[in-house]
Structures are given as structure tokens and as C-alpha cells.
């Protein structure tokens, strides 16, 4: 009886005590030093002191966000706040094995999109926690407790986490800002002999409102012959970061910018992106650019062009809300219909000006003379492309909703705030600046091409069915869009120069986005390097209209460790993307909660029925122990393959491979076979951002087939998952016309 006690309490408290190790001989016990023992005791005590405390918490929050739920408040997170020392306590010692156990659980890892080693050591030690807890070791119980207790938000980005999107610069890239911020007079411009003084042209910057990057810009020049050039403007973030530096390597690192609703990661340091890299710096009195000059011939096609490295005046910021009115005041005045033969039409624009009621506020003459000038010429140029096989126009016809999401305060008593706003892909001053990064993009295409330079191009798909383009029997432009986007092939890089079919380029180079992709960065260096050695040996060739097709050497070991085409930086980019996509998805569907609780009448839209709901509809209840926020994410494991570029030592010669991803089989179960027989149908809602597909439920017996394009006006409902959608319903149905199974699948 003695030995079993004995052996029962070394079970229990021995390792407070002991450190336990195991020999031939049989298991000793080493004493720990008294300062250990001392810390395993408190740790101990308040392992049991949370035990006892927890079932109070998990009651008291419970409580509080059922009646919280009620007041229609579900952004905020006050809850009953577990003593600090706890916490203190669970964060040191706790923190991070709860987080590995609801990140190995991550779609993002189970799909091995997200390659992250399995901590198995540190996921037992959160196993541990929660057995004592009383609760189950799985993934929302760890994720649960971390919210409980304040060491999480209650909406805490787990992609960002899963993805390694939150890591800081590097100490040496964040000195290396410094001192390019602090010493940028010192800083000198090799390039200075080669830089085209533009500074005499105006520049516009056209963005959203939230933008802080602004790395393109567009101008107008007249000419002497009456014709006129326009010039796309690239910020030349090659002036301050070399491509040896330590900010290159964190750039190629990082891969692009990261935007989501309630994160945005930078490429770059905020400091050097928003300032001294922008084409909008307002504390200089110049920025240096890589500028393309074009000149269009009657038709809209390029006539002649001139990439040279330039400095500009600072671009004049503009909304794309702010361009839109510029165009409709244009619009209503002939003058602009012929303002391109008038030299003087901007003084005549002034009294056309004071004479409207404008829709616009500061609608100086210059600034509209210039606006509607760039528009025409980019109609033009864009009628040119769809005559040449360009499908970008027909892609147009979709809603975006956007949304920004800010945390005020600190967990667990934070609060949230949450903004959205919907727009037209195809509205004129998108279109617009669309035009001039997709001409940019074609003419650094055309001088690589010229000059033999390794730049990364960027292709698409060929060519679709011969009648893909025509409207259907019955079919809407907003419903070929979404016809057509599924059978666009996704971009892929490559150093030979192919179709893309989106812009109908043939050397498209993607080159207009610097500071935020680093792909863009990586082709200025190339690009930079090409017109450093055209003008030391063709000292003319900068300032030609078209520089004569000399092949310029390049030595392939002295570009190779910033080469982005490596499988590394490619796995980098599709985890991104994957990561931002489903975040965007887990914030729409909040913002639609809010939308709906606040809400006092059902809230009912105008939704497009796209087709009849496919046979892989799945129940949300069988992803139960995803940790993440994403629970009616199907998982895209499978539906890409794994595709890798590899340059021979001379860059003369590409290999490619191809790694079949395993594809996934889904077996349809009697639910999904009654689907079409129930009437259920994908359906859009363009008013809330036409990219997402929500379920419709319209039985036959009462509406009849509904065919591809219908319009109907029906009430969103919530699923069981929280701020999750399932089903719209025609207004004359409600929750209790829907079948049992269907209910049970979706609700």
C-alpha cells in the first residue's frame, strides 16, 4: 500500500520535485535545484487556480455574448476579464502551444498550401492544458480559450499568422530605411546623365482613397505637329534600393504587399513606401520615374514609343470618385469632343466651366482638358485591343465589395469598427487607368523583346471558344462575365514572351507596381540595366522614339539570386494569395451579419441566378475542428498544379515540370442528389459584390425552372455557422418553407 502511494504521488507531483529520467538500471529522481521547484510550484498553483476559474469564465462570456447578440453588437469583445496574473502566466508558458494546435489545423496547412513544420512537443503541451480544462484537444476549444481569457482577438487573423505575414524587417533593412530617409540628399543618382526632365508635364496619380503606395502616374504633352503623347509614369524605386541590398533581399522575401480588411503588411517600409519611394512625395520637389512616352496613330495603335528613366513633378493625387465626375462634367461640354485641334481650349473650358453645374468640386480647366483628353485616347487604344483579341472589356461587367476592418483597444475589451463600399469593375476612370498599365505593361514587353532582356513576362490562356465572347440566348453582360471568368486561365510567369489574353498582348512584362510586388522591382532592375547600356553605347537611343534592336548582353549569375522565378518565392506568392482570399471571405461574411441585424426589417436584394447548384455542396458541419474563421471554405487542395521555371546556368534555355497535385473525390450524398429536384440554384448579388455565390432555394412547384439569368428579389438567412450565409429566399418564403434536409445541410 505504501508503494503504491508513493508511486501514485511521483505520478503526480514528482516532477515538481525530481527531474525523471530513465537508465538501465531502473528510473531515477534528481533532485531540482530550490529556485526550480519554487517556480513549479507557483505554476502549478496557477494552473489550478485557472482549472477552478475557467467553467466562471466560459459561463460569464457566454452569457454575455448571448445577450450581446441581442443588442445587435457583435463587433465588440467586452467580457469578463480573467485575472493578469493568469494571464501573464498562460501567455509565457501556454500561449504559443494553443496557437500551433489551432494552426495545424488551418486550411492553409491542410491543403500544404502553408508549409509549416509540425511543433508536435508544443502541441501536446496545449493538449495538456485543455484535458485539464475538462475540454476536448481539438483546434476550436484552444482557439476558444485563447479568446476567453484576452490573448486573442475575438476576430484574430489566422491566415496572417499561418502565412508568416506578421514577421518585422529585418534589423538591417530597417537601418537601411533609415538611412536612405535620413541622408536621401546624400544619396547619389547614378542615373542622374540619363534622366529626361518631364518636370514641365502635370502628373496624376489616380487611386482609391486608402491607397498609401503610389507608384504609377499618367500625363499629357502636346506637340509641336498637333499630335500628342501621353506618358505613364512608374515610380523608379531602383533610385534608392539597389538590387544587392538588404531591402531587395526582404522585398523578394515578402513578395508583394499584403492587403487585407483588417491587415495590410507593406513590401517595403511604411516609412519609404508612403514617402520618399511615391510618386506623390510632397516633401520633394521632384521624384525620379521610369517613363514611357506613346504616341497613338487614328486607329488607337502604338505609332512609336519611349522608355526612358526621367523626373517628374510630384503627381497630383485624384479619387477614382473624383475622375468619374471629371468625366461626366467633360461629357456635357462639345468642347472636349475636339479639344485635342483647340490650343486654346482650356481658356474656352473655363467659361464652359463657370457657366455648368458641376458634380465635382476644383474643376480646374487644365485639370479637366487633361483628363478628357487621356480618357479618349485610352477609348481609343481600348477599341484597338478588343479589335485585336483582347478580352479584358467583356471581364468588366462585375461588383466589388470592399471593406476595412480596425480594432480599437486591446483584447478581450476591444472593439471593432467596420466599413464597406461597393463599386462598377467597369466604371470609366478604372477603365482608364487600366488602359495605361496595360500599355506600360505591352511597351516594356516590346523593348525586351527588342534587346534580348531576361525580364519575366506574363501570359494567359491563348485563346477561348470561338463564341465564348457573344451573348447567349438570353444573356446579360453581367452574366457572360461570370460565364467567362471561370474559363480564364490563370496568369503564369515566364521568361519567354506569350500571349496574354486578358490585355490581347503579346509581350506583356508586368512592370507598373514597384513598391508593392517585387516581381514589378525585379524587372526595373532589368529594364534599368538595358537603357544604362544603350546609352553608354548608343548615346541617342534614349532619346528616340524607337531604340534600334540591339541585343544587349546579360550575364545571368549576376541576376540570379534576385531571379523571383524560383519555387520558394512562387510557393511565397500563392500562400498570399490563398491567405488574402480567405480573409476577404471570413470579413464579407461579417459585414453581411451587421448588415442584416441592424437591420429591424428582412433585408432583401435583387439576386441573378447563375446556374443550378453543382453536386459538391457540403454540410459545414464536417469541417468541425478547423480552428479557423473559414468554416464554409471548400479547401482548393488539388485544383492547381504545381508549376516550376528553371533558367540553365547560360539563361538560354527553360525547364519545366510539372507536380500533379492529388485530386480530391467527393462522393454525392442523397442531399446533394435531391439538390435539383429541390430547387435549389447559384445565385448573385450584385449589390454586395457579384464574385460571391450564395445558394437559392426556389422550389419548382412554385417558381417554376429558373433559367440562367433570372432576376429575383429575395431575403438573405444565416446559416447555424456564425456570420455565415447559406440561403436566399424568394420574399414569399420564409425559413419554414424550407425541407427538413435542406435545413439542416444549410441552416
Known amino acids: 500500500m ?88 498562460l501567455r509565457l508558458r501556454y500561449a504559443s502551444s494553443l496557437e500551433e494546435l489551432v494552426y495545424r489545423s488551418s486550411r492553409l496547412v491542410k491543403g500544404r498550401i502553408a508549409r509549416r513544420p509540425p511543433n508536435q512537443v508544443s502541441v501536446d503541451e496545449g493538449e495538456k492544458l485543455l484535458k485539464l480544462l475538462g475540454l476536448a484537444p481539438t483546434p476550436k476549444n484552444a482557439r476558444n480559450v485563447l479568446e476567453r481569457i484576452g490573448l486573442w482577438s475575438v476576430h484574430q487573423n489566422i491566415e496572417a499568422e499561418v502565412a508568416g505575414l506578421r514577421r518585422p524587417f529585418s534589423n538591417e533593412a530597417s537601418e537601411e530605411a533609415f538611412r536612405l530617409l535620413n541622408q536621401r540628399g546624400n544619396v547619389f543618382d547614378s542615373d542622374a546623365d540619363r534622366r529626361v526632365d518631364l518636370t514641365h508635364l502635370v502628373s496624376y496619380a489616380i487611386d482609391s482613397e486608402f491607397a498609401s503606395e503610389i507608384d504609377d502616374a499618367i500625363s499629357i504633352e502636346s506637340l509641336e505637329n498637333g499630335r500628342e503623347r501621353i506618358w505613364i509614369h512608374i515610380a523608379d524605386v531602383g533610385r534608392w534600393i539597389s538590387p544587392n ?61 519611349q522608355l526612358c528613366m526621367s523626373k517628374i513633378k510630384p503627381a497630383k493625387r485624384l479619387t477614382y470618385h473624383k475622375v468619374d465626375n471629371l468625366l461626366q462634367t467633360a461629357s456635357r461640354s462639345a468642347v472636349f469632343s475636339n479639344a485635342s485641334s483647340s490650343a486654346e481650349s482650356p481658356e474656352v473650358n473655363s467659361a464652359v466651366v463657370a457657366e455648368q453645374k458641376q458634380p465635382c468640386h476644383e474643376c480646374e480647366p487644365q485639370l479637366l482638358h487633361d483628363i478628357a483628353r487621356l480618357n479618349t485616347l485610352a477609348q481609343s487604344r481600348f ?16 461588383t466589388d465589395l470592399s471593406i476595412s476592418a480596425k480594432m480599437e483597444g486591446l483584447p478581450p475589451a476591444e472593439t471593432w469598427s467596420l466599413s464597406g463600399y461597393f463599386t ?8 482608364l487607368v487600366t488602359e495605361y498599365m ?65 490585355s ?52 545571368s549569375n549576376d541576376w540570379k539570386d534576385l531571379d523571383p522565378m524560383n519555387r520558394t518565392v512562387a510557393t511565397k506568392a500563392r500562400l498570399i494569395r490563398q491567405a488574402v482570399v480567405r480573409r476577404e471571405e471570413y470579413w464579407s461574411r461579417i459585414f453581411l451579419s451587421k448588415l442584416v441585424q441592424d437591420s429591424p426589417t428582412p433585408v432583401t436584394f435583387d439576386a441573378i441566378v447563375l446556374g443550378k ?20 471554405i471548400a479547401n ?34 442523397a442531399f446533394e442528389k435531391m439538390n435539383i429536384e429541390e430547387g435549389l440554384y447559384v445565385a448573385s448579388i450584385p449589390a454586395i459584390g457579384s464574385a460571391r455565390k450564395i445558394t437559392l432555394y426556389a422550389p419548382r412547384s412554385r417558381f417554376g425552372e429558373l433559367a440562367a439569368g433570372s432576376a429575383i428579389r429575395a431575403t438573405l438567412h444565416r446559416s447555424r455557422q456564425p456570420n455565415s450565409f447559406k440561403v436566399l429566399l424568394p420574399e414569399s418564403l420564409s425559413e419554414e418553407d424550407l425541407p427538413d434536409a435542406i435545413r439542416r445541410n444549410l441552416l
Open 2 to 89: 505504501l508503494l503504491y502511494v508513493t508511486e501514485d504521488c511521483m505520478r503526480k507531483w514528482g516532477t515538481l520535485f525530481f527531474q525523471i529520467s530513465m537508465t538501465s538500471g531502473g528510473v531515477t529522481y534528481t533532485p531540482l535545484p530550490n529556485e526550480i521547484v519554487l517556480d513549479n510550484l507557483k505554476a502549478h498553483a496557477l494552473l489550478e487556480e485557472f482549472r477552478i476559474l475557467y467553467p466562471q469564465f466560459a459561463n460569464k462570456n457566454d452569457q454575455f455574448q448571448a445577450s450581446d447578440s441581442k443588442n445587435d453588437d457583435s463587433l465588440s469583445n467586452a467580457k469578463w476579464i480573467v485575472p493578469e496574473h493568469i494571464v501573464q502566466f
Open 245 to 305: 541590398s538588404e531591402l531587395a533581399r526582404e522585398a523578394k522575401e515578402r513578395t508583394s504587399t499584403v492587403h487585407m480588411p483588417d491587415l495590410r503588411v507593406p513590401m517595403l517600409p511604411e516609412s519609404l513606401s508612403s514617402k520618399l519611394l511615391s510618386l506623390a512625395a510632397p516633401t520633394e520637389t521632384s521624384v525620379s520615374a521610369l517613363s514611357c512616352g506613346v504616341e497613338l496613330d487614328a486607329s488607337g495603335e502604338i505609332a512609336s514609343y
Open 383 to 398: 477599341a484597338y485591343r478588343q479589335r485585336h483579341g483582347a478580352v479584358d472589356g467583356f471581364l468588366r461587367d462585375k
Open 424 to 431: 462598377w469593375a467597369n466604371r470609366s476612370s478604372v477603365a
Open 438 to 502: 496595360f500599355m506600360m505593361s505591352h511597351c516594356a514587353g516590346l523593348f525586351a523583346v527588342n534587346h534580348s532582356i531576361p525580364v519575366i513576362f506574363r501570359t494567359q490562356k491563348d485563346a477561348l471558344p470561338s463564341d465564348a465572347l457573344n451573348l447567349q440566348p438570353n444573356e446579360t453582360p453581367f452574366l457572360r462575365t461570370h460565364r467567362l471568368l471561370p474559363l480564364m486561365n490563370q496568369t503564369r510567369d515566364s521568361i519567354a514572351p506569350g500571349h496574354h489574353l486578358s
Open 504 to 555: 490581347g498582348s503579346h509581350n506583356y512584362v508586368s512592370c507598373t507596381s514597384p513598391i508593392r510586388r517585387y516581381q514589378d522591382l525585379y524587372n526595373h532592375y532589368l529594364l534599368k540595366h538595358a537603357l544604362r547600356w544603350l546609352h553608354h553605347h548608343h548615346a541617342s537611343s534614349t532619346t528616340r522614339m524607337l531604340s534600334p534592336n540591339v541585343s544587349i548582353p546579360f550575364n
Open 613 to 632: 447548384v453543382s453536386a459538391s455542396l457540403q454540410s459545414d458541419s464536417q469541417d468541425e475542428d478547423d480552428g479557423t474563421n473559414n468554416e464554409d
Open 636 to 669: 482548393d487542395e488539388g485544383k492547381e498544379d504545381d508549376v516550376v521555371v528553371k533558367r540553365s546556368p547560360e539563361g538560354t534555355s527553360v525547364t519545366k515540370s510539372v507536380r500533379k497535385r492529388p485530386r480530391s473525390s467527393h462522393s454525392p450524398t
